[in-house]
């Protein structure tokens, strides 16, 4: 039992480390001209789609209503955003390897800051996207943002918008689970 913390912590930072194979969020867009629907994917690094044309198509549709263009190589975010993991994975593993309850703890509750720092940061950034119209739009609504949800499914005119966490973000909520138990198992055993 006192290396289970250990072990929970190396499956932890594995699990946070799939985040560099997998995208951490994506965003659907489904209408009557696309009954397939559009699907856009955030990495990390980088954002793609579900086909060569997605990010293009988007970025047509967006010009219509005066939404910015999304440009992944303005995305600043795109760029430090794996270091921020590399060296959270870093921490995970001298947690691991020292194997103290405090350090445990503390690994977790970074995770969990930082985990929610990049979710208040893609909330500004959608709602950025959003809000800020060109006053030159071809079409223009009245009062009418479009914003994606942070989680969910939302209607912006005729699309329907679902934004759900990708195969890295599940991994990603998984790592940070397995943090939290881990802290909690060394808490439990160092008392015992």
Same mark, same amino acid.
């Given at each position: ?11 932890? #930072? ?10 951490? $969020? ?5 209408? /009557? ?11 990390i690094n980088k954002i793609t789609g579900d086909s060569p044309g ?8 967006? *010009?219509? +209503?005066?939404?910015? *263009?999304?440009?992944p190589d303005s995305i600043p975010e795109l760029t430090y955003f /794996? $270091?921020? #993991? ?20 503390? $690994?977790?509750? +970074?995770?969990? +800051? ?10 500004? $950034? ?7 119209? &060109? ?5 223009? #609504?009245?009062?009418? &943002?479009?914003?994606? /949800? ?12 679902? &934004? ?29």
């Amino acid at each position: 039992m006192k290396t289970a913390p250990r072990i929970i912590t190396i499956l932890a #930072v594995a699990c946070l480390m799939m985040l560099f194979f997998y995208p951490l $969020w994506r965003i659907t867009l489904i209408a /009557p001209q696309y009954p397939d629907g559009v699907t856009m994917y955030i990495w990390i690094n980088k954002i793609t789609g579900d086909s060569p044309g997605t990010l293009q198509n988007i970025n047509i549709l967006n *010009h219509y +209503v005066g939404m910015k *263009h999304i440009e992944p190589d303005s995305i600043p975010e795109l760029t430090y955003f /794996p $270091w921020v #993991v590399g060296a959270l994975g870093l921490l995970g593993l001298i947690a691991a390897f020292v194997n103290k309850s405090g350090l445990h703890l503390a $690994w977790a509750v +970074v995770f969990l +800051v930082l985990a929610a720092l990049g979710i208040y940061d893609f909330y500004l $950034w959608e709602y950025d996207y959003g809000h800020n119209l &060109s006053p030159t739009a071809p079409i223009k #609504v009245p009062g009418m &943002s479009y914003q994606p /949800p942070l989680f969910g499914s939302k209607m912006l005119l005729n699309f329907n918008a679902i &934004s759900y966490p990708g195969t890295g973000g599940i991994f990603m909520g998984i790592s940070m689970f397995l943090a939290f138990v881990a802290w909690w198992i060394k808490r439990k055993t160092a008392r015992s």
